[in-house]
């Protein structure tokens, strides 16, 4: 039952502006971009904002995605 217990806690816990997985990722580009640029994603993309706070996974792609942005922004060597 623990286990239980736990998923009803994260549940209870879930941000109610949480937008989820798949819209997440449906502008998780966008969001990348954003934050590489310095401007505040989170005013624009609230809920993406929150969905990241409790994802893990999501939020790893978003720091990959960052990476990869601020890379393409690098002068060639």
Known sequence: MTGSRERLERF????PGDVGCDAAMAVM??????????VDA????????????????CAEDVEGL????QEDELPPK
């Open 29 to 38: 580009h966008l969001y990348a971009e954003l934050l590489a640029a310095g």
């Open 12 to 15: 209870l816990a879930t941000d």
């Open 66 to 69: 960052l990476a990869l942005v």
């Open 42 to 57: 989170t005013e624009r993309y609230p809920g993406v904002a929150a969905h990241l706070a409790a994802c893990g996974p």
